[in-house]
């Protein structure tokens, strides 16, 4: 949040709107009303309606309405997450509302159970000693002299018939 907050420029409604309350809460940040959404450079005034509404995605909620008289198909697209969750232009506001209070009540963050992560699989070989190459090595010289020797005593035994 507050790398948000010291960010130079502050356009973003919501940003804007936390940190007014913030302001409202005591905390000292120099800052103008100039760069609030909502502000009107002719009569150098901030216009408190029009930011509120920015802050609760009031121009969202218009944006769906264009989309749902206009272009029904793109605005199934669009806006899937808010269809599956049932949330309509009119009840955007509300949503927000309704997150804002939650938090109120219980702002500490709820820490989330994370899997593992999976065993990767690895397909270089591990890296032996000195003494486990020998052994190997060893290993397999044995393993070649007894086929060797299993194959001589075999085409002995053919002879004999």
Request: proline share 4%; hydrophobic share 30%.
């Amino acid at each position: 949040m507050w790398k948000q907050l010291v960010r130079i420029t502050l356009l973003n409604p919501q940003i804007v709107g936390s940190h007014s309350g913030a302001l409202d809460g005591g905390l000292d940040i120099p800052h103008s009303d100039k760069r609030f959404f909502g502000f009107s450079n002719d009569s150098k005034q901030l216009d408190a309606e029009v930011h509120r509404k920015c802050i609760y995605v009031g121009h969202v909620s218009a944006y769906m309405g264009t989309f749902m008289e206009d272009e029904p198909e793109t605005y199934q697209s669009h806006f899937s997450e808010y269809i599956k969750k049932i949330v309509e232009q009119d009840g955007i506001e509300e949503m927000y509302k309704k997150v804002h209070a939650t938090i109120c009540a219980n702002p500490i963050q709820k820490k989330v159970e994370k899997q593992p992560p999976k065993e990767h699989k690895r397909y270089n070989l591990k890296k032996l000693t000195y003494e486990e190459r020998k052994a190997k090595l060893v290993e397999r010289l044995n393993a070649l002299n007894s086929t060797t020797a299993n194959d001589e005593d075999n085409e002995d035994d053919g002879d004999d018939e």
